[in-house]
């Protein structure tokens, strides 16, 4: 009888020892996928074509070629009525304008200037265009707050989709015109968030 509790015994030991390292993959599994790649010259290549299609005005090729139809295009922006951070979510991008300031790829911060007092100092402290990886996590927070209400509200695979988003991604700049968020899905780039919080001088 002792004989067959301690079999149990070592049995459940190497169970648990089993469940332990399992885990342990999928953590390192799960952190190894959300980690940024470094620059490349297939993402420059692409961030080419994007400002060659903004300065076209090209939304149908802009939208076949950047916009994931699985995850689609978040958009973070101030609502109207109660001035707060919110986004919508949609599958296409629907206005763009043609000025590209530079189509020179530089990888360096730059800042927006809100000055109500001089207008010399309001916008941007460059212009051009920029890749940074000054990601902000506007989506989580809202979703958090969102969840204190209505908890559950959003599925796993969303969940999923934003972390890949906040930890993954470029912020491209194209000063006086847009800032996207660059994600790599599937050996792809493709625009997954356009920020309007970052030129947004209202309180």
């Not at 297939?42 to 090209?58: H, M, P, Q, V, W």
């Not at 699985?70 to 986004?87: A, M, P, Q, R, V």
């Not at 916008?123 to 209505?150: A, C, P, R």
Request: with cysteine; hydrophobic share 35%; proline share 1%.
């Amino acid at each position: 009888m002792i004989r067959d509790i301690l079999t149990i015994f070592v049995f459940s030991l190497f169970l648990t020892a089993c469940s332990v390292n399992q885990l342990s993959k999928e953590k390192e599994f799960i952190k190894k996928e959300l980690e940024r790649e470094k620059v490349s010259q297939e993402l420059l290549n692409d961030i080419s074509y994007i400002l060659f299609l903004l300065k076209r005005k090209d939304l149908g090729n802009l939208n076949n070629r950047f916009i994931n139809p699985k995850i689609g295009l978040y958009e973070i922006y101030k609502s109207d009525l109660e001035n707060k951070i919110t986004f919508k979510h949609s599958y296409q991008i629907d206005e763009v304008i043609d000025v590209i300031d530079s189509f020179e790829v530089k990888e360096e911060l730059v800042s927006f200037n809100c000055s109500p007092n001089n207008d010399a100092f309001y916008g941007w402290n460059k212009d051009g265009t920029f890749l940074t990886t000054h990601i902000k996590s506007y989506l989580s927070q809202i979703i958090q707050e969102q969840n204190k209400i209505t908890p559950n509200k959003y599925k796993t695979e969303e969940l999923a989709n934003i972390a890949l988003i906040e930890k993954t991604s470029y912020e491209l700049i194209v000063t006086n015109n847009v800032i996207f968020y660059l994600t790599k899905i599937d050996n792809l780039w493709y625009i997954t968030l356009i920020d309007k919080i970052k030129t947004d001088c209202s309180k």
